[in-house]
């Protein structure tokens, strides 16, 4: 952990409403911070319908507030939000690659408009209810670290984070168990013990997704056909599926051949051609067309400003993925930018690599970076 001072050290701290964000204020203030919450509201378009609990949050974070005995405001960060975050997730849907919108909302929102504001609140550091740590190496720079809990680590979705982030940053649950957390939000009676964790981001919350993308994206309906070429039905717009992807496709009843107990074997989304607007289906988890062995990544953010020196790493591909082994190839784009990328080569193939996703670099337990997978070494899913 940082070593501060913490006499009189003001903290501004993100309070969502939820259980983690509310112990993370508490602990601060346990530990002899000046603590000040902060509820940042970041989607206003249909912000009182059902699927988004914007006004039932702002109740609970400031019942929390009351009972810990800390000031709370809230700032709309609504706009940022929307042309920082939003517009992008909507570029890359479009483009037939599938974002993760909280990669970019931690970068752009939680520790960049967030962080500004909290500065001229007069704060020393910002603090949030991830599960991660921060730590200062002998040298002197700042290292992200995986939670203690590794169930619950989202060291993934903040590995664009820089130094001057990391610096001003405390992360109190990150020594903690998710079980201790919630054991402490009964024994101080907090009002939202026993709120469920949030399982989506406001704008699209638990509402139907492809729903929400109809009314923001254009779309072409095309042909879905299999490995072996046959077309096999109609799929409604590239931008609504995602590789890997089980349910929803609409091809359930088909059976083109059966597993070893003669069941029918699922199908899953395998590849997008954007060229000829086609997307392929496959039957079976373990199809080769959705294995890869290599990836390609691009939009590359390093912790430490540089890239690792190492070759011998292990990375992720998704949120809540094992670790894997890979060897690592920093390089330049050839698209005339002269843009940083990277190649991963991992030592066993990996499960529905996706364009669009974060491939995340590890050196143990320290987050190294990573970059926005371009391409998973097939053809067909390098979308430019």
């Not at 603590?35 to 989607?43: E, R």
């Not at 390089?331 to 991992?346: K, M, P, Y």
Request: proline fraction near 3%.
């Amino acid at each position: 952990m940082i070593n501060q001072n913490k006499t009189k050290k003001r903290v501004v701290i993100g309070m969502s409403g939820g259980v983690d964000s509310s112990v993370s204020a508490w602990l601060l203030k346990q530990q002899g911070y000046e603590v000040i919450g902060l509820f940042m509201k970041n989607w206003e378009d249909d912000d009182d319908s059902e699927y988004c609990s914007t006004r039932e949050d702002w109740i609970d974070a400031v019942s929390v507030a009351d009972v810990i005995g800390v000031d709370i405001e809230a700032v709309n960060f609504a706009a940022e939000y929307k042309d920082r975050v939003f517009a992008e997730f909507l570029r890359e849907y479009q483009a037939g690659r599938t974002p993760n919108p909280d990669v970019l909302c931690n970068a752009e929102i939680k520790f960049k408009a967030f962080l500004d504001h909290a500065m001229k609140l007069g704060a020393d550091f910002i603090a949030t209810g991830h599960y991660a740590r921060v730590r200062q190496a002998p040298a002197g720079n700042f290292e992200l670290l995986k939670a203690l809990d590794a169930s619950k680590d989202q060291s993934y979705f903040l590995h664009r984070l820089n130094q001057a982030q990391l610096s001003k940053t405390l992360f109190p649950l990150g020594e903690i168990q998710k079980t201790e957390v919630r054991k402490i939000a009964e024994q101080i009676h907090l009002p939202n013990a026993k709120k469920k964790d949030s399982t989506g981001i406001c704008f699209i919350g638990e509402r139907p997704f492809r729903e929400f993308l109809n009314r923001y994206l254009s779309y072409q309906p095309g042909p879905m056909k299999t490995d072996a070429g046959d077309t096999v039905g109609q799929h409604v717009g590239l931008s609504f599926y995602t590789l890997g992807q089980r349910k929803g496709i609409g091809i359930g009843g088909m059976q083109s051949h059966k597993n070893a107990v003669g069941d029918s074997d699922p199908w899953y989304v395998a590849k997008k051609d954007i060229e000829n607007n086609t997307l392929h289906v496959v039957q079976g988890h373990d199809h080769p067309w959705l294995l890869s062995s290599s990836l390609q990544a691009g939009q590359v953010s390093w912790v430490a400003g540089e890239a690792p020196q190492q070759v011998q790493l292990s990375a992720k591909t998704r949120y809540r993925q094992a670790d894997m082994a890979c060897n690592f190839t920093s390089g330049q784009s050839q698209d005339g930018e002269a843009s940083e990328i990277f190649t991963l080569n991992f030592d066993a193939a990996q499960w529905a690599v996706t364009p669009g996703q974060s491939a995340v670099l590890y050196e143990g337990d320290v987050c190294l970076g990573g970059g926005i997978i371009i391409s998973n070494g097939n053809d067909l899913n390098s979308l430019k």
